[in-house]
Structures are given as structure tokens and as C-alpha cells.
């Protein structure tokens, strides 16, 4: 089994249930069984590109998350702050939100 399956699947079983999604809602929606997806999850799986792009569409995240591997605490914190900023539809919030960091990262610099 390649790492890198294990990796995703452990990334796709993360956001699902972070979105309180059940393996068969998701494979529904997908269009997939709820057998396949368990796979997935375990990385016992290769999916496709398409399957990913579903996935993503589904957990409302950017597919290159689901490849993502942190490496420590710091990626970790960095990937949540990631996912926080993805899930705004506006760009104006996300604008403000680079602004306030900026202006508390100087402060930090001071």
C-alpha cells in the first residue's frame, strides 16, 4: 500500500467527519459504494482524479488537501488555518482576515 493512498484516505475519513457526513450519505453522493469508499479511506484504493475532485466538491475543500501530509504541529495548525479561509465564499473576508494577521504579526515583530 503507497503512503501517499494512506495519506489521502486518512485526509478524506478526517473531513468527512468533520462535516458529520456517515460513509453512506458521502458514497451516495458520490455516486460510489459505501464499500469503495471505506477502501478509499483505508488507502486500499487508487481513486481517480475525477473521484477526487468529487470527494472535495462533496467535503467543500480544495482537492490538493486530501494529498496534504503535516509534518509536525506546525502544519498541522497551518492546514486548519488552510481550511478555515477556504470555506469563505467572499473574497472581501478573506482579504480582511490577511490584513488582521498581517497587522498582528507586526505587532508580534515589534
Known amino acids: 500500500m503507497s503512503e501517499l493512498l494512506r495519506i489521502c484516505?486518512?485526509?478524506i475519513r478526517q473531513y468527512r467527519k468533520k462535516k458529520d457526513l456517515t460513509l453512506g450519505k458521502m458514497s451516495r453522493g458520490l455516486g460510489i459504494t459505501g464499500a469503495y469508499l471505506g477502501y478509499l479511506e483505508r488507502g486500499q484504493r487508487n481513486p481517480s482524479l475525477?473521484?477526487?475532485?468529487?470527494?472535495?466538491d462533496i467535503l467543500e475543500i480544495s482537492p490538493d488537501?486530501?494529498?496534504r501530509k503535516p509534518q509536525d504541529k506546525f502544519d498541522e495548525?497551518?492546514?486548519g488555518l488552510h481550511?478555515?479561509?477556504?470555506?469563505?465564499?467572499e473574497v472581501e473576508h478573506v482579504i480582511f482576515l490577511k490584513e488582521v494577521m498581517?497587522?498582528?504579526?507586526?505587532?508580534?515583530?515589534?
Open 77 to 79: 495548525a497551518l492546514n
Open 9 to 11: 484516505g486518512r485526509n
Open 50 to 56: 475525477l473521484t477526487l475532485g468529487k470527494i472535495a
Open 65 to 67: 488537501l486530501l494529498l
Open 83 to 89: 481550511d478555515l479561509l477556504v470555506q469563505f465564499k
Open 102 to 110: 498581517e497587522s498582528y504579526l507586526r505587532l508580534l515583530l515589534k
